[in-house]
């Protein structure tokens, strides 16, 4: 999926308006849903969702969102592990860099959206990992722009992030093909893959 191309503040209102809205009208129903970008981005869209939420005195322990990154308080990361391992979690919109990515296996998330492309396919691999661990079906949804792939062309590795997004075939055999591994048969795997 791609971003529009619009200026920077413009965009992340484009992306991120909706599933805010969404989350702050019905977080009950919202899907546990990780958003993996990089630390500029988490500032720009935690402070674009705090206003949102109605500002910071808004905002408390119980709200339904986090943002997490590698200089997090270890007690509030703590807190957040263990809500999202319960078997009713309350945070369901979790804005987070790479630091929740390999190791976290909570059974309870349903979506991964990377705001900005991973820098290399592993990562993204280990990180769209998180979801669907419960067995049931699960959405990653990718969203970059010109800017963002040239960007990721700089990284050892983001050649073949540049590959994978401008893929017009089936987005799952491109992981694994990238990866040497079969391809089992699955309906819906991607936008590509819609039928049967």
Not at 4 to 11: M, R, S
Not at 67 to 76: E, G, I, K, M
Request: charged letters at 20%; proline letters at 7%; a negative charge.
């Amino acid at each position: 999926m791609r971003k529009p191309q619009l200026g920077y503040i413009e965009t992340g209102e484009a992306i991120m308006g909706p599933i805010f809205d969404s989350l702050l009208e019905n977080p009950t129903d919202f899907p546990v849903t990780l958003v993996f970008c990089n630390g500029s981005s988490l500032t720009h869209l935690n402070r674009e969702l705090i206003i949102k939420a109605g500002g910071r005195e808004a905002v408390t322990k119980d709200s339904p969102f986090v943002a997490l990154h590698s200089d997090q308080d270890p007690d509030v990361f703590r807190r957040v592990l263990l809500d999202l391992m319960s078997d009713r979690p309350q945070i369901k919109l979790i804005l987070t860099t790479s630091v929740l990515a390999m190791g976290f296996d909570s059974p309870h998330v349903d979506r991964v959206i990377h705001y900005d492309p991973p820098s290399d396919l592993t990562d993204y691999m280990q990180q769209i990992g998180r979801c669907g661990r419960s067995g049931n079906p699960a959405e990653a949804v990718l969203y970059f722009n010109a800017t963002d792939l040239s960007n990721v062309r700089k990284h050892p590795g983001g050649k073949s992030v540049d590959q994978f997004c401008k893929t017009t075939g089936c987005f799952r055999g491109a992981l694994m093909q990238y990866f040497d591994c079969p391809l089992s048969t699955v309906k819906n795997c991607c936008n590509f893959c819609t039928g049967d």
